[in-house]
């Protein structure tokens, strides 16, 4: 049997490191005897066509997903999807103790890798034309956004023609309609900040409309100020829901809610009228009160009634 000859002089041989030479044993391009020796005439016909070996060699590299992934120049998020496509199996794998948990290596052959360049630019085509198609679908929806949206705005603004209320129209209807257009154009004038914080149901709904007629800021300031005297006027005759709770000797809850009022405030005229002369719900009302508190009246009695009685027994 020939004697075998030792790492290091295979080394000097084949102008080989440590690692490449356990890889040119691993993959069988040297063979090596059972005492860790290397079969000489493995190692002369590697040395006499040195760069085939080596060819040879490099593609029995070992990659593992991040050096596999940069050697293709793909993410190693998209190198997975191509292996998985291409079912490639790992070469080999490894698993390490590291971060204080058990993580699994997994390494590909160079040149199965270097053979995954067609499925990469298959995948980049695919890619680029599924971009493609986005782009034109997206395109395509925007389009149909943009006929919508104008649809919409030219049947808001005719929406607007027929409601929007003059000086001299309903006067709970100019207060919801200013409040609208300030929400709408984001302007809140100092006499008519009050307005905003009286939440009143009625004006989200304008307001929607208003947007919906993609109105300038400019058009929408020149309708606010057509309105802001007449609605600063009627500010001043808004009675807020604990004073016309105190005016009219009933709760709040117990007003009508069809009597005119703006986010709870009643209208002093209207307040007036009411006290002046009372309509059928006011009286039902205030005879529902009073009907209340004498028979909470009658029962704090006859509390203290039986108070009475277990005292004197």
């Avoid at 490449?20 to 190692?43: H, K, N």
């Avoid at 630019?121 to 395109?139: F, W, Y």
């Avoid at 929607?208 to 300038?216: G, P």
């Avoid at 009022?261 to 009286?283: K, T």
Wanted: charge should be positive; charged fraction near 30%; hydrophobic fraction near 45%.
């Amino acid at each position: 049997m020939a004697r075998g000859l030792g790492r290091n002089a295979v080394r000097q041989l084949l102008g080989l490191s440590v690692w490449e030479i356990e890889l040119a044993t691993t993959t069988g391009l040297l063979r090596r005897f059972p005492d860790r020796t290397f079969d000489p005439v493995s190692v002369r016909a590697a040395e006499a066509d040195i760069e085939h070996f080596r060819r040879l060699l490099a593609a029995e590299r070992r990659c593992t997903i991040t050096e596999a992934s940069a050697r293709l120049g793909v993410s190693a998020d998209r190198f997975k999807r191509i292996i998985t496509a291409a079912g490639l199996a790992p070469a080999a794998t490894e698993e390490i103790r590291k971060y204080g948990q058990t993580l699994t290596v997994r390494y590909y052959r160079a040149a199965d890798v270097d053979a995954l360049a067609d499925h990469v630019h298959a995948d980049a085509e695919l890619r680029a034309a599924a971009r493609a198609v986005s782009r034109s679908e997206a395109a395509r929806k925007a389009v149909q956004t943009r006929k919508l949206n104008l649809a919409r705005a030219v049947a808001a603004r005719a929406e607007i023609e027929t409601i929007k209320p003059t000086l001299d129209a309903d006067r709970v209807r100019v207060l919801l309609w200013t409040a609208a257009l300030m929400a709408a154009a984001g302007v809140w004038p100092g006499p008519l900040r009050p307005l905003q914080r009286m939440a009143d149901l009625r004006v989200p709904p304008l307001t929607e409309i208003l947007r919906d007629a993609r109105l300038s800021r400019t058009e929408l300031e020149a309708m606010l100020s057509e309105l802001t005297p007449r609605s600063v006027e009627l500010m001043r005759l808004l009675v807020s829901p604990r004073d016309a709770e105190r005016e009219l000797g009933v709760p709040i809850e117990m007003i009508p809610a069809e009597l005119p009022q703006f986010g709870g405030h009643l209208l002093a005229p209207l307040l007036r009228e009411a006290l002046s002369s009372p309509p059928p719900w006011l009286l039902r009302a205030r005879a529902e009160v009073e009907l209340q508190r004498a028979v909470q009246a009658e029962e704090r009695r006859a509390v203290e009634e039986a108070s009475r009685r277990r005292r004197a027994e």
